[in-house]
């Protein structure tokens, strides 16, 4: 069965530090990798994607990635959080295999403290 | 350049009722998706639509029904509401063969009641 884990729920940091959300997905294909953010009751915004290729991605708002397959992760990183990164982020898995419906992870809630 | 529109936004239902969400997706994109997310949860796959059939469905009851149009844009028809059906409905557009890179609306928020 294809699943994605997020294995944080909450993430506080301070303004200005850095930041790494945690994506580990087990899929019996070979995958698409996505991370997209939600702000409270909005939809969703993607920010990055992965298909093939450099196994490191980057995307929107100074925000980048990068696939282990491997560890079969695919973590999001950004060097410098601004207060206004504070949001619902979701890592999200698809695969042509599988008709190329996403399959999320349960996100994490970014907390910007100033 | 338009994004994915849905409509309506909001919307209260009574327990039992039917209900129709639509959704007209981004421009030059022809499959359409349907999510549900519910309150503090993840988005969970309804189904797809590409050349006006259902091509894939999620774990969703019959209840839950879709259409597509000869211009793409969907609906999405829910019979029989029940009180957990009360969520975000998003819909998200793709040109065909994106591997599912995938452009997401704002969402109904639907209420029942």
């Known amino acids: 069965a294809q699943s994605v884990t997020q294995p944080d729920i909450h993430i506080t940091v301070s303004e200005g530090a850095s930041l790494e959300l945690r994506c580990n997905y087990s899929?019996?294909?070979?995958?698409?990798l996505f991370w997209y953010v939600q702000s409270p009751g909005q939809g969703l915004q993607l920010l990055l994607k992965?298909?093939?290729?450099?196994?490191l991605v980057q995307g929107i708002k100074g925000f980048e990635a990068e696939f282990k397959r491997s560890q079969s992760s695919f973590n999001l990183r950004k060097p410098s959080v601004h207060w206004s990164d504070a949001a619902e982020y979701f890592c999200?898995?698809?695969?042509?295999?599988?008709?190329?419906?996403?399959?999320f992870g349960a996100g994490t809630i970014l907390r910007v403290k100033s | 350049d338009a994004g994915v529109t849905q409509s309506p936004t909001h919307l209260i239902k009574t327990r039992g009722q039917q209900v129709t969400l639509r959704c007209s997706p981004k421009?030059?994109?022809?499959?359409v998706s349907w999510y549900q997310q519910a309150l503090g949860q993840e988005p969970q796959f309804i189904f797809q639509?590409?050349?006006?059939?259902?091509?894939q469905r999620g774990n969703f009851p019959d209840r839950f029904s879709g259409h597509q149009f000869p211009n793409y844009s969907s609906e999405l028809n829910v019979n029989a509401l029940l009180l957990g059906d009360s969520a975000l409905y998003l819909c998200?557009?793709?040109?065909?063969?994106?591997?599912?890179?995938?452009?997401f609306g704002s969402g109904t928020r639907l209420t029942v009641v």
């Open positions: 421009s030059g994109h022809d499959t």
């Open positions: 899929y019996g294909a070979t995958p698409y």
């Open positions: 998200a557009s793709s040109p065909a063969g994106a591997n599912g890179g995938y452009t």
């Open positions: 992965y298909f093939s290729g450099d196994t």
């Open positions: 999200a898995v698809g695969a042509r295999e599988y008709g190329n419906k996403l399959v």
């Open positions: 639509y590409y050349e006006e059939e259902e091509r």
